[in-house]
């Protein structure tokens, strides 16, 4: 059975084909989950970063590019949400913002939980 770290491998694998061709890359990779034997019912989203570009993929073939901020899971509306709330009348940084949402998504739902892991990008 597929899991998340299959699915990660797999980018990886496709990214490097494609180097420095993020969405490329995405599409070639969307395609392959859709039509795999062992991912084609894994339901997941998978979001991919550079320092261009978001893109969120999912099982469904899904390839969509996001313009700012993105939210996943059960709270990621919420988190969203707030993200760009803040974004936009606040002077606070990413990562403050990040830590900000996060507390809301998880005081509004209730399957958000107050622990996470924050891992910031250089």
Not at 42 to 47: C, D, H, M, R, S
Request: hydrophobic share 45%.
């Amino acid at each position: 059975m597929a899991d998340a770290f299959t699915l990660l491998e797999g980018l990886e694998q496709v990214m490097s084909k494609y180097p420095k061709q993020t969405l490329k890359s995405c599409i070639s990779y969307a395609k392959e989950w859709r039509t795999g034997k062992q991912l084609r019912h894994l339901e997941a989203t998978l979001i991919v970063i550079d320092k261009d570009l978001i893109v969120e993929l999912d099982g469904s073939g899904n390839v969509l590019e996001i313009d700012d901020v993105i939210g996943v899971g059960s709270g990621g509306l919420f988190a969203e949400c707030a993200a760009k709330a803040l974004m936009n009348h606040t002077s606070m940084g990413a990562e403050e913002i990040a830590r900000a949402a996060m507390k809301i998504a998880a005081d509004k739902c209730i399957y958000t939980s107050h622990e996470w892991i924050v891992q910031k990008l250089e």
